[in-house]
């Protein structure tokens, strides 16, 4: 069984709860265990970066040393989550002085930022560690009558300086996780493009057609849904869907899934048990 | 550096290109030429329209001029990626591309069609006029000529990597918030203002700041990173917007905009709870006639769901929260400490 510090994201403790209900189910029949960090904050959601750069270093320079502290590495399941830790980690290992400063402020805790644990996302952990041949021999129901659109989300991709798992331009490891778990997955130009999630508050009629967009394409695709590893994506691509296709006069919809759902169906997990009855669109 | 026996072998290709053709005087509606030519390792995509114009149709239109990566007028969009096609290998493209041996040749997004791959620039340099994207001088114009302006280095490295942009609009074509609102400032233009902000030398910073936290501002890029992702220069686009918008919050207050409560909210609750207060984000961004107006419908669905974040006084602060908050207050002092030494 191999253990992974695992990140708490807003997101999932309020609006998205069936992220984490999903991965408790099946997170021991694929061998791995991630253990909460309880104590952990939220990492500023590519805010708190420009709003205030150095509590921003303090407070994710605090998240990953927690992790540290265990010994292991920090896996995390939202996609912003995931690009803003690991800015932070980026700073911090390249300057020791902003290293030093948060130090001496984490020692209150008997904390120390050493840069010894990685950032990682739950897809990579599952594609990296896990492995498509193990996950493969996992499967009990295989989601073979499924056309699935991939829909990446940006924060997983770019900035590839800071992500660098899979090429931002045409990614894979989604692609591969969904053909692991024995469903097809089809052709998507949207699949690397942006869901709008972060300015719904500030710029709402922009982000709403830049959702259309991405379902628009999955739905004429034929696709029986759309998956995604970012709760994010799925808040704008499923919560704000009959807004989205309402704008721009599309009468349709489309299911979105989150990775931990479509791999707990594959795993046997029933709709109910997973948490996909609390969708917006089932 | 060691290359594969097959590109050794194989110096020579046939290529064909698929090249977007649209003239709004004579044609109804789009269509694509293919050009087979061959080309050899080492050409750019730049030298095969060349070859095109040259030798097969001289019909085919596109802009050019240095053909060095230095003037920036050949910006479109190969195999879909908007990249200047002076710079751009056939052998490298031609490695990625989705159907064998076929590379698409299309024009940029989010600017006008003039005729096939040429885009109409003028909406662009609109925007920069309208955002003052120069240097508006400090300095009295009799001492114009007569004195030096002498520039810091540590002021030269805010915006030395911005001064590399060659207007390309490859970041520009590639904007999910452009495509979205054409009347968006555009990431380009975001890049100048910041450069022209951060410059000791400018007068105009407060006017142009004014008009950056405006609608289709600063604050509707939707970090999507595209734009940095794209740049022909490695800028780093959103280091600039994410500057543009530090200053805004220390200049004009944390309550200017939405988009400034906005950011504002996350600072706050993160002292406060350690994690974010959902559930009131839109209220505290847009006010509660917003609120109300926008959100209520999907709130009720929400609500059946039980999807809604909890209110305020059911969200639970982290573990250690005493500790951490008095972590956070001393780093406030820290900020406060730099912003003094920084004004002296």
Redesign the interface.
Known sequence: MKRYAYYLS??N????KEVDRSIELWQKDLGIELVKL?????C????????????FA??NG?NIALAEKMGLDLIVSCNTCLMTIRTAKKKLDESPELKK??NE??K??GLEYRGTSEVRHLLWVLVDDVGLDTIREKVKVPLKNYRIAPFYG??IL???TVLGHDN???PTSLDQLIEALGGETIPY?HKN??C????L???????L??AA?ALQEAIESKADFIVTPCPLCHTSLD??Q??ALKNAGIENSIPVFHISEMIGLALGYSAKQLGI????VC | MTVSTDQHKEGKKEVTFRVFRFNPQVDSKPYFDDYTIPVERGVTVLRSLNYIKEHIDGSVSFRAFCQAGICGSCGMRVNGLSQLACTTQVWDVLAKSREPGIIKVEPLRNLPLIKDLIVDMDPLVGKMVHYSNWVDSTMPEAQMGKKEFLISEEEFLRYDKATDCILCASCVSECSILRANKEYVSPAVLLKSYRMNVDSRDASHDQRLAELVKDHGVWDCTHCYRCQESCVKSIPIMDAIHGIREDAIESRGKHDTSGSKHAEAFMTDIEKKGKLIEATLPIRTNGVVWTLQNLLPMAMKMIMKRRTPPPPPLVKSVKGIKIFRAMFKEMTEHVKQDHKSHNK
């Open positions: 807003c997101i403790e309020s609006m998205t309880h104590e952990g904050t939220c500023g959601g590519s805010n708190l970066e420009y709003v205030s750069p150095k509590h303090l407070v605090r400063e948060i402020i984490l209150k805790e940006c924060h770019r900035p590839s931002p331009r045409d130009t493009r942006c709008g999630f972060h300015t508050l500030v710029a709402e009629q922009e982000s057609n830049v967009e919560g704000y009959a807004k009855k609390r969708h917006i």
